[in-house]
């Protein structure tokens, strides 16, 4: 199981400078390109759920891990 992150600028119809970064969680079995052109499902649903936003753009992204290593290899938090 492989997740991917869709990461989308939005902006609300009534303000357009008000935007504000969207993250959208899933299972994705293909490369980050092929995750953009599958996004558009995802996106559509989450402009049906937020009419009065507009997407402006977007990208994917594998997730980003709660903890960090350093140098030394030792777990650090993010």
Not at 32 to 56: M, S, V
Not at 65 to 73: D, F, H, P, V, Y
Request: proline share 6%.
């Amino acid at each position: 199981m492989d997740l991917v992150v869709i990461v989308f600028t939005v902006c609300a119809l009534v303000h357009p400078d008000q935007c504000e970064e969207q993250r959208i969680e899933y299972v994705w079995h293909g490369s980050l390109r092929e995750c953009a052109q599958g996004a558009q499902p995802y996106l559509a649903q989450w402009i049906g759920e937020h009419p009065n936003w507009t997407i402006k753009n977007y990208h994917c992204e594998a997730p980003h891990k709660e903890e960090k290593t350093n140098a030394r290899g030792t777990a650090r938090p993010a």
